[in-house]
Structure formats: structure tokens, C-alpha cells
């Protein structure tokens, strides 16, 4: 499935995020190249031409938007989100004001704007659930409840008693009786990912636009009786390395352990699903026969769309007997995208 010229045109004229990462648009009357979701003026069709990636793009002489800034992952943190992001991670304890912002050359409200985009909270109930992660792994590690409290940024034992009975529903104290599951945004070059991860792996991986996106939060929740709350995971850090490589061409294989949610049936299919090689697909029937089940067709589609893990449990290596595309979450040309970058084909555009 290649994408052709109307294809890419109406998806530049409805500025459809689905389309992000698999192509960039050239503008002959100015020169510069954009993302599909870049808010300029529509084009005529007949002053625009398509390309696979920037170089392509910048070996015709065009150079890069400053609007939607083609150069950048789509929906990237901007850097001085980045910097505050980083502080944060660098030192939990932090309290940042308003003030504090406004310091760093910040428009408080531009900030809060963003975190309730995409972390769905104000900026400071971010800090106060990256504090919150941070004290329950220091609690677990054996420190005091007054030393870790004061140590997490909380001005008094009381206070932080209250926060943390807010977010695990116990006291400090009881703390045996809960557990936290670390969440953070991966950009990479299709999208923003949402990752999950335990103590043991990665439970979830996902396009932050996935619609099942909360009701997966829930069902990974209620399996591992756990808070999910923004804090840092040796796991995720892994994985952001490792898929970075992926998406660069540079690893065929991944290392980060997996801690995946679901029933012995569906663990079986994606065990089945990881054994695929790198390049290559099977089809349904196929995965069938290879668990032992080979009239468990439907079971089988229905398990990997049950599947939390994006590409590291490679769904996207599952296409229809005929040799067609069929259903991914991600949407079918995140699909074709992933499925091209592990043959070595640069996506060619069809003609006109």
C-alpha cells in the first residue's frame, strides 16, 4: 500500500495528524517544506510535491518550515520543556512557582497549558505525583517516613501523609499494600508513545491518540493493584534508547524486559508474535498453526489487537493471507511505515 498523490494532498488540506512522520509536503512557490499538520496556508496541488523524509526534501532545495518545524519529532517537547522536565527528573523534590517560571523566562499559563495536554494535569499536580513516586521509592528503599517527606519536597508530615493517602488511597505506613506503575512520553518519529513500566518490564507502549488508551491504564492498574504515576524507570530509559536505534534503522532486535497484562491465551500469541523475524510477516492463520491452535483464527486477530506493547510485541508484522494490511492500531500506514523500515524501503510515492 503506497501512498499516492490525492491520498497525501487531501491529508495536507484536513491537516490529519494520522498522516505524521510518513511524508513531508515541498511548496514551489516558497521554497520550504512542511509536516501535514503545519497550520500555513493550503497550496494549490499543482505547487506541491511530496518526499519520504527531510534529506529527500533538502536535496531539492527546500528548506524546513519554521512554523510546523518539519526538522523535529511530530509533537516534540518544546526545549524549554524539556529543561523543566529534566530538572524535575534530576531533582524530584523541586517545587516550581509560578514565580519560579516566570524566572526562567515562562508564561505560567503557557506552561499549564501544555501538561494538560499531554499529561491531562496541571503542571503542579505533575510535580506533586513525580514527588509522590519519588517518596514511595524511597520508602520502599528504607528510609524514614519523616526523613523521606522532607527529602521529597513536603513542608510537613502532614502534608505529605495527606498527598500520599490522596494518590495510593493508604497511609505511608501501609505502604506495603500498594505499588506504582512509572509512566512517561517517548517522542519518536511517528508520534508521541506513551510507555508504562513496572519493576520487572514494560507493560504498556502505545500512540498517545490510541483510543483505548485509558480503558488499557485501567486494566493494567486493577491487574498489579498499582498507582499509575509520572516518575523515571530504568526500563523506559531503556526503551526510549532501544527505539530510537529501531527507528534509525540501527536494531533489529529488542533487549528491554517485558512485564506484559494479559490471559495465558493471549501471552501465548504474542509470544508467537516476538518469534517473527525482523523483515518478515505471517499472517493469522499462520500464528494459529504455530501455537497449536489452527482453528483459533479469530481468537488469535483478537488477541493481538489486544496487544499493550506496540512494536516491541510486533503486531504490525501481522497482515491478511491475501498479503493485504489489515487492522493496527496505530493505523494502517503507521503499519505500512514500520513494516518498509524493516525491509530497508524507503517509502516510494505512487505516481499521480
Not at 139 to 168: I, P
Request: proline share 5%; with cysteine; glycine share 8%.
Amino acid at each position: 500500500m503506497q501512498l499516492n498523490f490525492d491520498t497525501m494532498y487531501r491529508a495536507l488540506c484536513d491537516k490529519d495528524a494520522a498522516y505524521e512522520g510518513l511524508f513531508l509536503t515541498g511548496v514551489k512557490t516558497t521554497g520550504i517544506f512542511c509536516r501535514t499538520t503545519c497550520t500555513a496556508r493550503k497550496p494549490k496541488p499543482e505547487n506541491v510535491e511530496f518526499f519520504p523524509d527531510a534529506a529527500a526534501a533538502m536535496a531539492k532545495g527546500y528548506r524546513a518550515c519554521k512554523v510546523c518545524r518539519p526538522l523535529e519529532y511530530p509533537d516534540a517537547t518544546p526545549p524549554t520543556i524539556r529543561s523543566l522536565l529534566d530538572e524535575l527528573a534530576a531533582d524530584p523534590s523541586l517545587k516550581l512557582r509560578a514565580q519560579d517560571l516566570r524566572d526562567r523566562g515562562l508564561e505560567p499559563a503557557t506552561v499549564t497549558r501544555w501538561f494538560r495536554k499531554h499529561h491531562g494535569t496541571t503542571f503542579v499536580a505533575y510535580q506533586r505525583l513525580q514527588r509522590i513516586n519519588y517518596a514511595f521509592k524511597r520508602l520502599n528503599q528504607g528510609h524514614a517516613v519523616t526523613d523521606t517527606a522532607l527529602e521529597s519536597g513536603f513542608d510537613s508530615l502532614s502534608g505529605f501523609n495527606d498527598s500520599f493517602k490522596a494518590v495510593f488511597g493508604t497511609p505511608p505506613t501501609r505502604r506495603g499494600e500498594v505499588s506504582v506503575i512509572d509512566l512517561q512520553r517517548i517522542e519518536t518519529r511517528l508520534g508521541t508513545m506513551i510507555a508504562c513500566a513496572t519493576a520487572k518490564g514494560i507493560c504498556l507502549l502505545e500512540f498517545s491518540e490510541r483510543k483505548m488508551l485509558e480503558t488499557e491504564f485501567r486494566q493494567i492498574s486493577r491487574h498489579f493493584g498499582a498507582v499509575i504515576a509520572v516518575g523515571e524507570n530504568p526500563h523506559i530509559a531503556l526503551l526510549e534508547r532501544e527505539l530510537h536505534a529501531y527507528f534509525e534503522g540501527t536494531l533489529r532486535a529488542f533487549t528491554v524486559p517485558l512485564d506484559p497484562v494479559g490471559t495465558e491465551f493471549q501471552r501465548k500469541v504474542w509470544e508467537v508474535l516476538r518469534a517473527i523475524p525482523y523483515g518478515e510477516t505471517r499472517s493469522y492463520a499462520e500464528q494459529a498453526r504455530l501455537i497449536g491452535q489452527p482453528s483459533a483464527v479469530r481468537a488469535v486477530a483478537t488477541a493481538n489487537g489486544m496487544n499493550k506493547i506496540a512494536i516491541v510485541i510486533p503486531c504490525h508484522r501481522v497482515i491478511g493471507k491475501d498479503g493485504k494490511l489489515v487492522g493496527y492500531a496505530g493505523g494502517l500506514h503507521r503499519k505500512q511505515y514500520l513494516l518498509d523500515l524493516e525491509r530497508g524501503i524507503t517509502p516510494l510515492l505512487a505516481d499521480r
